[in-house]
């Protein structure tokens, strides 16, 4: 195959991608039977790793099969390596009408796509490495994803990409000066595209999923094509052209609220007025304002990011930390740094401390749960869970996390555990170390 250059055709922009596949399913079939008939299917030998995110890379060859507790107990995950998009067409054909007549999927299963090109076909070989993010943002079609997969719309592990904000308070916005380096975008993994993965030379779309995605053969395989154009129009057309500035003004619109907010902070209850804002517990207007500029990203997190509804904010002066409390969130995609006293919880929790809340569906990364907290069909990895807590059905990991509270089914999969934690019969316990207090 020749290089492909600005003036290939679709079907040779097609033939010189690489698609892997990262499927999420529940199988009807134990591991061993489920990897065996599989390994038949696609013609491939599959490794069965013990654990989720092992360090295995796939290849073209060789995939990886591996638990996954994002969707609860009982979800599987096959990792392919990078495959020609013809190859790739025939896993994902033969795989999605397996899991139809042996397995089945739900609303906390989906598929992403890594998407990259043949290097040998390409005159630039880290083209996706430097491929102009901001535009590729401004151009994608994402309504034509949710037309066909409208319940990913508001996913936690699928953001929207169609979120800009500007860097700098005193931001005029000028659409002849349109450049990366004065916005805010789509940065972290939990959105529908993980554009961290340029960095690597590909990227990751996570829109596709939910319930019975593997009836939906036809609709992902026109996805993919989409996204494989999408990406090659983006990068040999780097300008930004005047719908994509359309689009930028429309996006900053939507997030006018969220602007006007960093710059006054009476703008929270003006938009938000379920939300109340205090400083060392007191609603004073003129300290708030004093004490504004130290928390404000923080409160904008809490908005943005987290969904939040409805609750109480506090900054507290002498620790320089941001409390929430009675709060109420739509959808958390990345919550970092926070202390959630009686919330209602879900999606991507790190580095916190959660009293007397009730969490459910997330991801808890290095955080603390203490008074009664009660967390279900979630992962807590390499964090701290005080007697008083309960987990179920939940995945717990993280060779330096300390569990002590209870556990009603679910996986303990590595952990240090005190001497009055508590494991039902259905929880399956891995690797444990005692501890005395």
Not at 256 to 264: H, Q, S
Not at 317 to 328: A, I, L, M, N, T
Request: a neutral charge; glycine letters at 6%; hydrophobic letters at 35%.
């Amino acid at each position: 195959m020749q290089k492909l250059n600005r003036d290939s055709s679709r079907i040779s922009i097609l033939n010189g991608s690489q698609i892997g596949v990262e499927f999420e399913f529940y199988s009807n079939l134990e591991l061993e039977e489920t990897q065996k008939s599989l390994s038949k299917l696609l013609n491939r030998k599959i490794r069965l790793e013990d654990k989720a995110h092992s360090d295995f890379q796939p290849s073209n060859e060789v995939f990886k099969m591996e638990p996954d507790m994002s969707g609860g107990a009982g979800l599987i995950e096959l990792v392919t390596g990078a495959m020609p998009y013809r190859d790739a067409r025939i896993v994902i054909i033969k795989m999605l009408g397996w899991i139809r007549e042996n397995g089945y999927t739900t609303d906390r299963a989906s598929i992403h796509l890594n998407m990259s090109f043949n290097p040998d076909y390409l005159g630039d070989k880290m083209m996706i490495s430097k491929m102009n993010i901001l535009k590729f943002i401004l151009e994608f079609d994402e309504k034509r994803v949710y037309k066909y997969f409208p319940k990913r719309e508001n996913s936690t592990y699928a953001k929207s990409i169609k979120w800009v904000m500007p860097k700098h308070e005193a931001f005029y916005y000028n659409e002849n000066l349109i450049s990366s380096d004065n916005f805010t975008f789509a940065n972290t993994k939990y959105y529908g595209i993980n554009f961290e993965k340029a960095q690597k030379n590909y990227l990751e779309f996570r829109y596709i999923g939910g319930k019975d995605y593997e009836k939906r053969a036809d609709d992902i395989l026109h996805l993919a094509e989409m996204f494989i154009m999408s990406v090659w129009k983006s990068c040999f057309n780097p300008a930004f052209t005047p719908e994509n500035k359309i689009e930028m003004k429309r996006i900053l619109q939507k997030n006018a609220p969220l602007i006007e907010m960093l710059k006054d902070h009476t703008a929270v209850n003006k938009h938000w007025p379920k939300i109340h804002i205090l400083v060392d517990l007191q609603d004073n207007p003129q300290v708030i304002e004093v004490q504004w500029a130290r928390f404000k990203t923080k409160v904008l997190d809490l908005l943005a990011h987290g969904g939040m509804e409805e609750g109480i904010i506090n900054y507290d002066s002498d620790y320089s930390e941001v409390q929430v409390k009675d709060g109420k969130f739509k959808t958390a995609y990345l919550l970092d740094g926070f202390e959630f006293v009686n919330c209602e919880l879900s999606g991507n929790i790190e580095n916190s401390g959660i009293y007397s809340c009730k969490v459910t569906g997330a991801q808890i990364l290095r955080s603390n749960l203490y008074q009664g907290t009660e967390v279900m069909d979630s992962k807590v990895e390499s964090s701290f869970v005080h007697g008083s807590c309960t987990l179920k059905n939940c995945y717990v990991f993280g060779t330096d996390g300390i569990f002590k509270g209870r556990m009603e089914g679910g996986i303990f999969r590595e952990g240090y555990v005190g001497p009055h934690a508590r494991f039902s019969k259905e929880t399956e316990v891995i690797v444990s170390k005692k501890i005395k207090a």
